[in-house]
């Protein structure tokens, strides 16, 4: 039999790194998580994690031994990446917390998973040096973005791509959440009793430095689109989880 081929969306990069953000098609899990699920912590059969994770790498050219991976809390953690884990294929693996990661070692990925949440990629042009950022409502009010800049240098020479995530015409709020998204970001970044994750995002990387023409972002919505995309907002649990890798080249 053959082994299903993932479905990626690639990441037009400008620097010495390669990106792929996946989607649900091409995998191996059955059931909710069905069938590209990333994810080792949402209860779906090990080995279909394990077959879908080496799908991927099979699919991007990179060895599995070399991707890292993070225990996503919400948080504002940001790991540097030392050297491979060689886990990735382990299930069963307990990575350490953070929810962004950066690496400077080529041909080492960090990767960061998400079903509503944005996955945001950075890299820098200048020199092979990378970060995949888990970026949910808290994470981008909280600042991560920005904190990632500055932790890979600061914004010169950096862009960023965003990934899927919920868009605002499904993603209703509390008002106290809108009020913060509205102190931190500015009220265009509401929609009704929703908030625009991406358009937060766009403007926390703007206020890091990055200039609108360095970034890129995925047009799309998880929540509506179930056919390319996982989304816990429209199916809750249990449901499988894409993911956003990139890795630096020498």
């Keep these: 039999m053959t ?3 993932p479905v990626l969306v690639r990441v037009p990069v400008d620097g010495p790194c390669a990106a792929v953000f996946t989607t649900r098609i091409g995998g191996t899990s059955r059931g909710p998580y069905a069938t590209l699920n990333l994810a080792a912590t949402v209860d779906d059969a090990p080995d279909d994690v394990r077959a879908n994770r ?3 790498c099979r699919a991007v050219g990179i060895d599995p031994a070399c991707v890292v991976v993070g225990t996503q809390v919400h948080g504002l953690r940001v790991r540097h990446v030392d050297e491979p884990s060689g886990k990735f294929l382990d299930p069963e693996y307990k990575w350490p917390e953070g929810d962004g990661l950066v690496s400077s070692l080529p041909g080492v990925g960090v990767g960061v ?4 949440c944005l996955s ?6 200048d020199r092979p040096q990378v970060a995949a950022i888990h970026a949910g409502w808290r994470g981008l009010v909280d600042g991560i973005l920005e904190r990632a800049v500055r932790q890979m240098g600061g914004a010169e020479g950096i862009a960023a791509a965003i990934g ?13 959440v809108r009020d913060r998204f509205a102190a931190r970001f500015g009220q265009s970044c509401l929609a009704g009793d929703a908030v625009d994750l991406v358009r ?3 403007t926390a990387l703007g206020g890091a430095g990055l200039p609108g023409s360095a970034v890129w972002a995925i047009e799309t919505c998880t929540s509506c689109d179930g056919v390319r995309w996982f ?3 429209r199916d809750g649990a249990p449901t499988g989880r894409q993911a956003g890798i990139i890795w630096p080249i020498a």
């Design 54 to 56: 080496q799908g991927l």
């Design 3 to 5: 082994a299903p081929t």
């Design 164 to 176: 899927p995530g919920i868009g605002p015409c499904c993603y209703p709020v509390s008002a106290d």
């Design 113 to 116: 998973f998400g079903a509503d």
């Design 200 to 202: 937060a995002a766009r």
């Design 231 to 233: 989304s816990f907002r």
């Design 120 to 125: 945001v990629l950075l890299w820098r042009r």
